[in-house]
């Protein structure tokens, strides 16, 4: 098993945005990548998921969290017309 920080220098080298929140929809870590990508950066940390999207996409977020709780793994989904976004259940 990995170390903490061992695992975060991973999640950091990585070229793709990775932010975690809790099932309260609270952002609990970004990498480096997601810092540099979100408007806010890692002012985020701490903060609801709710607070920097709008209605429609909140709806979407609890639809896609009740998939995940209902025992998928990974969800794919069109956040663009030509740009896709997956969010996955860490267990």
């Known amino acids: 098993m990995l170390d903490q920080p061992t695992a975060l220098a991973i999640l950091d080298s990585l070229h793709i945005p990775v932010l975690f929140t809790d099932t309260g ?3 609990r870590y970004m990498n480096r990548k997601a810092i540099e990508h979100y408007k806010g950066g890692a002012s985020l940390i701490g903060t609801s998921l709710f607070d920097c999207h709008k209605e429609d996409s909140n709806k979407r977020i609890v639809e896609l969290e009740a998939r ?4 998928e793994d ?3 989904y069109l956040v663009e017309e030509s740009r896709t976004a997956s ?3 860490i267990r």
């Open 87 to 89: 969010i996955r259940a």
């Open 68 to 71: 995940l709780q209902a025992g």
């Open 25 to 27: 929809h609270i952002v």
């Open 74 to 76: 990974e969800i794919l």
